[in-house]
């Protein structure tokens, strides 16, 4: 068996309220992990796999239980997978870490793999950010703010989080992204300045705007943007020197 190739995949939302049929998009994801068993060499999950999730000190939540085990099949089998926290799935602490072996990030990481350079970053606090979207960002990350949080009975939490989801522009089935005038040209302009100031970037890749990207920054440097699995179901693969990125549908 042959494991060469290293996948990267974002913006799954499972559990979102939104999707019509959370049980059969697991599946769906669940059969992609199966598809990869023999050729994957390494994960990246760049950020939202999850809808929400928040870890008490002694509960996770419920759910995504065929997702965690087909992770923990190909941790098992020596896949080695790297989960950067996105802005829905950022109060990733520990549980997977220590139940699974996941290497779980909270911000960026720069990776060499076979010869190229990766910089990987979901992608929410790149480029134009709101102040609105600043401060939450900020708020989300700080920790006596996360304790008070933890305070409070999932209950009220839980249905909260899943409403403020469900109103976020660009996440719902059918919906145009906002990657476009403005967001558009401050991403890429932040990535033409990141090549530039780090020569021997080959890939930058991100999440977080939902939508396909593959295009020069600069002569040596790529920037691509994962897609989803609400309205494009895609992925990148990186074997042979070369990333592309793959939609299923």
Not at 54 to 82: H, Q
Not at 131 to 148: E, G, T, V, W
Not at 163 to 174: A, D, I, K, L
Request: charged share 20%.
């Amino acid at each position: 068996m042959s494991r060469h190739t290293t996948y990267f995949i974002s913006d799954l939302h499972l559990g979102a309220r939104y999707l019509p049929d959370r049980r059969l998009h697991e599946a769906k994801i669940v059969s992609f992990l199966h598809s990869i068993r023999d050729t994957a060499e390494a994960i990246y999950l760049v950020g939202d796999v999850l809808d929400y999730w928040y870890e008490y000190r002694t509960v996770v939540p419920r759910g995504y239980v065929r997702f965690f085990g087909a992770l923990a099949a190909l941790a098992d089998s020596g896949v080695r997978i790297t989960w950067l926290t996105g802005n829905h799935d950022i109060w990733l602490f520990d549980y997977l870490r220590d139940e699974i072996g996941i290497e779980v990030v909270d911000g960026s990481i720069i990776r060499d793999i076979a010869g190229k350079r990766f910089f990987i970053a979901h992608g929410d606090g790149v480029g134009l950010l709101k102040p609105s979207f600043r401060f939450i960002r900020a708020m989300f990350r700080n920790h006596i703010c996360q304790r008070l949080y933890s305070s409070i009975h999932p209950r009220w939490t839980v249905p909260f989080a899943y409403r403020w989801s469900s109103g976020s522009r660009g996440y719902t089935p059918g919906h145009s992204s906002e990657w476009s005038g403005a967001m558009r040209t401050s991403v890429e302009n932040w990535a033409h300045d990141y090549a530039l100031s780090h020569p021997g970037t080959d890939y930058i890749v991100l999440g977080h705007h939902h939508v396909v990207v593959n295009e020069p920054v600069s002569a040596e440097c790529r920037l691509v943007i994962l897609g989803d699995w609400i309205n494009h179901d895609s992925y990148a693969a990186f074997n042979d020197g070369k990333l592309s990125i793959i939609t299923v549908r």
